[in-house]
């Protein structure tokens, strides 16, 4: 167990439709990461937020949104669903920025396994 | 966008055996890391390694960073079916101030009893 947990584990949902996922960084952790994992693409970074800013962007479609509350949770909205956004999307959380380098260790979620039908 | 192939996609092999995965890049990386993911489940961090040439052994595992930190090894002694797992890569450059991660789509290993 990481310390990282994600909800829901499974979601199926229409295209179009708007969904949102839900993590919750291990206790202490100030960053939060999220990836999508496709069978054709592998793990791909979404975003990073750090204490509440955003601190990085990788391929997030414009249709994907995130956010970090105060508590530290984090949500990653996706909307006008299309067939290929059906993944994993894992969180990962670690305690600092990533701005300093090497890398930080990430600890990650179970993951949230979407389908679109 | 800087790649980071691994080599190979799929390994199946038996108990006892040894084995070496590749991950291998054009471009200089600051950090590299390797995890092992299990079916179900998200990625594990198994090693950092920062510093061209280090060589890092975790058990049965020894991990090995290019002299131009371009490029890594993992290689595995006398797997275990315990080993079974896909094995990714993680390389991360710096972008805007930050230090993005760049995952390999992984290598698939399968040990049989």
């Known amino acids: 167990d990481s310390g990282v947990t994600q909800t829901p584990k499974h979601l199926i949902t229409a295209t179009g439709q708007r969904v949102t996922l839900r993590c919750s960084p291990r206790?202490?952790?100030?960053?939060v990461y999220w990836y999508q994992q496709s069978l054709d693409q592998g793990l791909q970074f979404l975003i990073q937020?750090?204490?509440?800013?955003?601190?990085a962007k990788g391929n997030i479609l414009e249709r994907f949104s995130a956010q970090q509350f105060p508590d530290l949770h984090s949500e990653l909205n996706l909307s006008s669903l299309e067939l290929g956004d059906s993944a994993l999307y894992f969180c990962?959380?670690?305690?600092?920025?990533?701005?300093?380098?090497?890398?930080?260790?990430?600890?990650f979620g179970p993951g949230t396994r979407l389908l679109v039908l | 966008t800087q790649l980071l192939e691994q080599s190979p996609q799929f390994l199946s092999i038996q108990e006892g055996e040894n084995l070496t995965v590749y991950c291998n890049s054009s471009?200089?990386?600051?950090?590299l890391q390797w995890y092992r993911q299990e079916p179900g489940e998200g990625p594990v961090l198994l090693v950092t390694?920062?510093?061209?040439?280090e060589v890092k052994k975790l058990k049965r595992l020894t991990f090995q960073f290019g002299d131009a930190r371009k490029d890594s090894s993992l290689h595995i002694t006398a797997a275990q079916t315990g080993d079974t797992g896909l094995y990714l890569c993680?390389?991360?450059?710096?972008?805007?101030?930050?230090?993005?991660?760049?995952f390999g789509r992984g290598t698939s290993l399968i040990v049989h009893p």
């Open positions: 990962a959380s670690s305690v600092a920025s990533g701005t300093s380098g090497p890398a930080e260790t990430q600890y």
């Open positions: 206790s202490g952790d100030l960053s």
């Open positions: 937020y750090y204490n509440g800013e955003e601190r």
């Open positions: 471009s200089v990386f600051s950090s």
């Open positions: 390694v920062v510093t061209g040439g």
């Open positions: 993680a390389g991360e450059s710096a972008s805007g101030g930050s230090y993005i991660p760049t």
